[in-house]
């Protein structure tokens, strides 16, 4: 009995957490055939915190790879770039060799290179050729590499999602996560 009522109590906590995440999902319209990702989810001008919960449903929906080049200054994401690649391969969707300009001529202090990976496991680290890409990017830098961050978004079942940050070494850590029950 005890079990049965745990168990009740614990499908309906689910029920309340996964009606959470289909509300904030609801609050995104899903992109058109040919809209562009950036367009669809509007991602220039949004705040860290609403640029990465944009991705993080936009990335989500897509089922493949999406490569996206933020271009920050004081929090706002004030250019942004998107690719859609293959289930498990993407890159940048502009030339790498520009970003030095665009830093400058836009007086970014950060460049957030985002990717996912489409596995709803709730689990992932960045994969060699993802460190070997940041490692590029950085000496197409030049003295902007200290700008670049890198980050990957993957999800659990329930689509909640986890945004994490590595470096060029391999080396990773959370930087933010939704979490509904929170």
Known sequence: RQWSDRSTEIADQISRLR?????????????????????????????????????????????REVFVTAFMRAGIAVRVTASIGFPHRCSSADKPSLWKEHVNRLACDEIRQYHNHPVHNGKTRPSILDIRTTRTLQSMLGAHETKLR?????????????????????????????????
Not at 33 to 61: N, V
Request: with cysteine.
């Open 150 to 182: 890198s980050l990957i978004i993957c999800w659990n079942r329930i689509r909640e999602w986890k945004v994490l940050e590595y470096d060029d070494k391999g080396q990773y850590w959370l930087h933010s996560e939704f979490d509904a029950a929170a």
């Open 19 to 63: 009606g959470k995440v289909a509300s904030i999902f609801e609050m995104y319209p899903e992109r058109k055939k040919g809209e562009q990702f950036k367009r669809a989810y509007y991602l220039t001008g949004k705040s860290l915190h609403g640029l990465e919960e944009a991705l993080s449903i936009g990335m989500y929906r897509e089922k």
